[in-house]
């Protein structure tokens, strides 16, 4: 078994993208980094070795961020308050993305899509998850996955044309 180090080092920079991916705001997405990370520690004993650990780790991720948006203490979703704010975040995302502009244009519209949305369309495209293993991940039904996958395509073809 692997030190935690070890772990952080080889799925940190994925857990940052899907956290940057999921949340409106950098603060938002730290907390959920260091939240889910501090889960996984916290229940390394109940991993399953047999099963890949990025699902493992992203389910505490996508669970931990539906409590973040749940919460009786979060009374909207907070949006980037500057574009330099956004710059920032998206310019803290390792060079591997193809274009920052485009990568910009792709998070304004993400944005606005629903958290169940952007859940899946940030699994299913940026982790390359099938619907199969996102209804694992998610604890929902493969159809439901395939439902939500269709409307946010649906609405992100919306956005992205508009512009």
Same mark, same amino acid.
């Given at each position: 078994?692997?030190?935690?180090?070890?772990?952080?080092?080889?799925?940190?920079?994925?857990?940052?993208?899907?956290?940057?991916?999921?949340?409106?705001?950098?603060?938002?997405?730290?907390?959920?980094?260091?939240?889910?990370?501090?889960?996984?520690?916290?229940?390394?004993? $109940?991993?399953?070795? %047999? @099963?890949?650990?990025?699902?493992? /780790? +992203?389910?505490?991720?996508?669970?931990?961020? #539906?409590?973040?948006?749940?919460?009786?203490?979060?009374?909207?979703?907070?949006?980037?308050?500057?574009?330099?704010?956004?710059?920032?975040?998206?310019?803290?995302?390792?060079?591997?993305?193809?274009?920052?502009?485009?990568?910009?244009?792709?998070?304004?519209?993400?944005? $606005?899509?629903?958290? %169940? @949305?952007?859940?899946?369309?940030? /699994? +299913?495209?940026?982790?390359?998850?099938?619907? #199969?293993?996102?209804?694992?991940?998610?604890?929902?039904?493969?159809?439901?996955?395939?439902?939500?996958?269709?409307?946010?395509?649906?609405?992100?073809?919306?956005?992205?044309?508009?512009?």
């Amino acid at each position: 078994m692997l030190k935690i180090s070890e772990y952080i080092n080889l799925y940190g920079k994925d857990l940052t993208r899907l956290c940057v991916s999921l949340c409106n705001q950098r603060s938002d997405a730290e907390d959920l980094y260091q939240a889910t990370w501090e889960k996984a520690i916290k229940n390394i004993r $109940k991993y399953n070795k %047999e @099963k890949p650990f990025d699902k493992w /780790l +992203f389910s505490i991720c996508v669970n931990t961020y #539906k409590d973040m948006v749940k919460s009786p203490f979060r009374k909207r979703i907070v949006h980037f308050t500057t574009t330099d704010e956004l710059e920032r975040t998206l310019n803290s995302i390792p060079e591997s993305v193809a274009s920052q502009d485009e990568f910009l244009s792709l998070h304004q519209a993400l944005e $606005k899509l629903t958290y %169940e @949305k952007r859940q899946v369309i940030a /699994l +299913f495209y940026f982790k390359d998850y099938s619907t #199969k293993e996102l209804a694992e991940i998610l604890n929902i039904p493969e159809g439901t996955v395939k439902s939500r996958l269709s409307a946010a395509r649906q609405d992100l073809r919306k956005e992205l044309n508009n512009e």
